[in-house]
């Protein structure tokens, strides 16, 4: 059997440190010769991270400016390996996740890696309704993503190539397109640095490939009123995300993106009004709020990302 090539996995956390125990445990478990543990604390209290990335055996870095792709961009900075795994705090990699990850990385194309995000737990009502319209899950089959790839509005509809809860990417394609700081928790724009990320790999004239025997176990937002929130900011980020490509980018599949997913909500509203579908037309309606909200929320992350 080949040897994988060594990874190494980032940890970007805030608030959290209850979480990381469980996080960090599932990736030691399966850590080789070579492997680096890394622990992005983005933030500057001392929470318990320090203790719980100890008690791992992780290294621990310090990002204390707000923002997951100020993290990122620090994790990519501070990583020894030529591979970059990112996983989530409140996500458990399932065994043999580094190795898939590492199969996808299977030609010099491949700038980036995801894998199947599965859930953690279906305990509560909100959980089950996030995995009912929200799912993380990709599917069952390997995909490439490149610029001849076929699908409605991509590459701005990244979603379709995976989630920054599971990836990894060559440290140095990192490292030279970097995560927008301005995008993502943290900011004004609250989400879809890892969307961001994508699209400008394909855009780049990489690829993208998804594995779906990279698995990871995320916890999903227990409360509906957790959930309430979360679908705002989703909202929220996409919209920053695709107003980001059709100004920035000039990209003319952008606004016809915006359109659809505003139109998608809107028949999301209309099907829970109507009970033909069963989760509450509220979550629907929190999102398409939040879209409107997005232009506005990525101008004022650029002015405190110019301030910074």
């Not at 980032?10 to 010769?33: F, I, K, M, N, W």
């Not at 995008?183 to 780049?204: E, H, K």
């Amino acid at each position: 059997m080949t040897a994988r090539p060594p990874f190494t996995v980032a940890v970007c956390t805030r608030g959290r440190p209850h979480a990381l125990p469980a996080c960090l445990l599932s990736v030691a478990a399966q850590r080789e010769d070579g492997d680096e543990l890394l622990v992005v604390h983005n933030d500057e209290r001392d929470d318990g991270t320090a203790a719980a990335a100890e008690a791992a055996g992780a290294r621990l870095v310090r990002e204390p400016r707000p923002g997951l792709d100020r993290a990122r961009n620090r994790a990519l900075a501070e990583a020894r390996n030529e591979l970059v795994a990112f996983l989530d705090d409140d996500a458990r990699a399932e065994p043999g996740w580094l190795a898939a990850l590492a199969r996808g990385f299977d030609r010099e194309e491949v700038s980036c890696v995801t894998g199947r995000v599965l859930a953690a737990e279906l305990r509560t009502d909100a959980q089950r309704l996030f995995e009912a319209c929200k799912s993380f899950d990709r599917g069952t089959e390997v995909r490439r993503f490149h610029r001849n790839y076929r699908a409605p509005f991509f590459p701005v509809r990244a979603g379709i190539m995976g989630t920054g809860c599971n990836m990894a990417c060559r440290r140095e394609v990192g490292r030279r397109l970097g995560f927008d700081p301005a995008l993502d928790v943290g900011t004004p724009a609250r989400g879809c640095g890892d969307l961001d990320f994508y699209y400008r790999v394909i855009r780049a004239g990489g690829e993208v490939v998804y594995r779906p025997d990279a698995v990871v176990r995320h916890v999903h937002r227990d409360s509906i009123e957790a959930l309430r929130r979360l679908r705002y900011d989703y909202g929220v980020g996409s919209a920053a995300f695709a107003w980001k490509c059709m100004t920035e980018h000039r990209d003319p599949k952008a606004p016809l993106f915006l359109a659809w997913k505003i139109l998608f909500h809107v028949a999301e509203i209309a099907a829970g009004t109507l009970r033909l579908r069963r989760w509450p037309p509220g979550l629907a309606w929190q999102e398409l709020r939040g879209m409107f909200a997005g232009p506005r929320a990525l101008a004022r992350a650029r002015r405190e990302e110019r301030g910074a």
